[in-house]
T-cell receptor
């Protein structure tokens, strides 16, 4: 399974854009990149998923360069409620069966007023 | 969106007793479910993969006789912590993969187990 590397923590202020980059140098051809958000004492919540280029939904954007060895989660105009741990996971492409996703250390985002 | 229901959300038990945690996919079928545990301020650690109709696959270091997993239907998996001890106190999280969209994993809200 592809190993991921993220910054351990990040700080931001309300209203700013936050970009969290994840490295996954040994990503496989069929692997998708998925980001989850976790609040204390809650299960992870799906944020966004992509395979290549750019994906955007109502809460975030995901930028994936052509070599797919990294990805960047972009959170526009963060608020205090975005304070959480963000996990980047790689794996489980359509043809790779039903392997579990392995969690890395995650990035602890702290948003200040 | 897809919903995974996990119960109970919190349980306190005495040492030596067994605790069952349920994980249900409410609006989709899930042939495969996963169980994780998480200690404070740490990441999620995969314990086992639960497959409907077959034996679970446990990760290295996870005792299968202590953490019994049953996946009797396409919407329900249970984790039973047998003869619980204080060191089993942790946050247990289940997840389920929608059979129609296997790229996505949906998580339950977690169960905080405290063993006295």
């Amino acid at each position: 399974l592809a190993k991921t590397t993220q910054p351990i923590s990040m700080d931001s202020y309300e209203g700013q854009e936050v970009n969290i980059t994840c490295s996954h140098n040994n990503i496989a051809t069929n692997d998708y990149i998925t980001w989850y958000q976790q609040f204390p004492s809650q299960g992870p919540r799906f944020i966004i998923q992509g395979y290549k280029t750019k994906v955007t939904n109502e809460v975030a954007s995901l930028f994936i360069p052509a070599d797919r060895k990294s990805s960047t989660l972009s959170l526009p105009r963060v608020s205090l409620s975005d304070t959480a741990v963000y996990y980047c996971l790689v794996g489980e492409g359509r043809d790779t069966g039903r392997r579990a996703l392995t969690f890395g250390s995650g990035t602890r985002l702290q948003v200040q007023p | 969106g897809a919903v995974v229901s996990q119960h109970p959300s919190r349980v306190i038990c005495k040492s030596g007793t067994s605790v069952k945690i349920e994980c249900r996919s409410l609006d989709f079928q899930a042939t495969t479910m996963f169980w994780y545990r998480q200690f404070p301020k740490q990441s999620l650690m995969l314990m086992a993969t639960s497959n409907e109709g077959s034996k679970a696959t446990y990760e290295q270091g996870v005792e299968k006789d202590k953490f019994l997993i049953n996946h009797a239907s396409l919407t329900l998996s249970t984790l039973t912590v047998t003869s619980a001890h204080p060191e089993d106190s942790s946050f247990y999280i289940c997840s389920a993969r929608d059979d129609r969209f296997i790229e996505k994993l949906f998580f339950g809200s977690g169960t905080q187990l405290s063993v006295l």
